[in-house]
């Protein structure tokens, strides 16, 4: 629903690092395993990706948990959506899709499919006809803030030019309807806003998609209060990873919500910033403010 090397076009739809290790360390044994999980285009046994990698069926999943925050058999199920994706776009019948995409039955096809693309199937097929999203901008001290929005929760939010929201979101649902509403946005606007400005706003409903390890991360993210900080050492703590340090950046990088999840709110143990999708000067002025509860600019 961010990037090891695995094949250049999917890689970073997953969160996978691309890193080039000189040693056999845990990426490169990642690595392997997750390139035969996109040549096979979804899931394998473990132990067929233990021997591929070259360690044993503990140390794979270990690799996983500690590189991606997830499991091999989930990264796998990540990729045959990402198969379905494809094949619910190039053909007119789901039927031939659930087959192309390698699942073994309709049952499980609509089951795994509808959870990981936020609608059915078919809905999906069809560009998203049946969902209405709002969408509206507003102008802060850090930019402008634009945010996407479905009737069950926020879906997305961008800092900076409305095109970075706006045109993938239509291209991924062509035929969804796509409002721009700022009377209905309203409450959403002002919380966010308010955050910009380092002021604490309610919690907003959210409706993002993302792997099980991402909305523990992200959810945890959402914990952390205006003018505090915490460590990716100390998120990964918090959900009871300690050892996926890794993992929980690129789950803060792959963050579909700035703001509303307040991944600006995480550094580096050595306390510099780290890094942030919409720019250092921003996540550092957000943090100014959250400190001083004024803004800042």
Not at 42 to 57: D, K, Q, Y
Not at 84 to 99: K, N
Not at 251 to 258: F, L, T, W, Y
Request: overall charge negative; aromatic content about 6%; proline content about 6%.
């Amino acid at each position: 629903m961010a990037r090891i090397g695995v094949p250049e076009h999917t890689g970073a739809a997953y969160g996978v690092p691309m890193v080039v290790a000189a040693a056999d360390t845990p990426i490169d044994r990642v690595t392997r395993a997750c390139r035969a999980l996109h040549v096979n285009g979804g899931p394998l046994p473990v132990g067929e990706l233990a021997t591929i990698a070259g360690c044993s069926t503990r140390q794979m999943q270990r690799d996983f948990a500690e590189v991606l925050g997830t499991t091999p058999a989930d990264y796998g199920r990540c990729v045959r959506t990402d198969a379905a994706r494809i094949a619910l776009r190039d053909t007119d019948s789901v039927t031939e899709a659930i087959f192309d995409a390698g699942y073994g039955s309709v049952r499980a096809f609509y089951e795994e499919t509808a959870r990981r693309l936020g609608m059915t199937p078919k809905d999906y097929a069809q560009g998203a006809p049946a969902h209405i999203l709002l969408w509206s901008a507003i102008s802060t001290r850090i930019g402008d803030v634009i945010a996407i929005a479905s009737p069950r929760g926020l879906c997305r939010v961008v800092i900076g030019d409305a095109h970075e929201l706006l045109e993938p979101t239509l291209a991924e649902f062509p035929a969804a309807t796509l409002v721009r509403d700022d009377d209905a946005m309203v409450d959403v606007m002002r919380a966010l806003s308010a955050i910009a400005d380092g002021v604490d706003a309610p919690d907003l409903p959210m409706l993002v998609t993302g792997t099980a390890f991402q909305a523990r991360v992200w959810a945890a993210l959402r914990q952390i209060p205006a003018g505090e900080t915490r460590t990716y050492s100390e998120v990964a703590a918090a959900i009871g990873e300690p050892q996926a340090v890794r993992a929980v950046a690129n789950a803060c990088g792959a963050n579909p919500a700035a703001l509303a999840i307040p991944c600006h709110r995480v550094i580096r143990t050595d306390g510099s910033l780290g890094g942030y999708h919409w720019g250092l000067e921003v996540k550092e002025a957000l943090l100014a403010s959250e400190r001083t509860g004024e803004c800042t600019g």
